[in-house]
């Protein structure tokens, strides 16, 4: 399955991004779709993930602040980013683990191309 990532852009520090990734295909029995970050130079970090049955994980940076979905019938996954912080620049990418669960701490073998998320101060 391929996955286009958008929705990324410059915000000010408490402001919001929606973030989107569509699948080239149906994610019906995708078990795991996440979004992950990275800082330029630094370690990928898992942000959300979001099991089929809408179950979802969040890492401890971004509790309260950040809200994975999932839409099946479009073949999209959404992350809602609200009272962002200058330590939320990264670039995101969306992930499938077409076989994982929530409680498997792995990657998914299918990545998107990322999109650039930047918060001023």
């Known amino acids: 399955v391929q996955l286009q990532a958008f929705g990324g852009g410059l915000v000010q520090a408490g402001g919001s991004l929606r973030l989107s990734c569509a699948a080239s295909?149906?994610?019906?029995?995708?078990?795991?779709m996440g979004w992950y970050r990275q800082v330029p130079g630094g370690q990928r970090e898992r942000v959300a993930i979001i099991g089929e049955t809408g179950a979802t994980r969040y890492a401890d940076s971004v509790k309260g602040r950040f809200t994975i979905s999932r839409d099946n019938a479009k073949r999209t996954v959404y992350l809602q980013l609200d009272s962002l912080k200058p330590e939320d620049t990264a670039i995101y990418y969306c992930?499938?683990?077409?076989?994982?669960?929530?409680?498997?701490?792995?990657?998914?073998?299918?990545w998107g191309q990322g999109t650039l998320v930047t918060v001023s101060s």
């Open positions: 295909e149906s994610i019906w029995n995708i078990r795991i």
């Open positions: 992930n499938a683990d077409p076989s994982g669960t929530l409680w498997l701490n792995r990657e998914g073998q299918y």
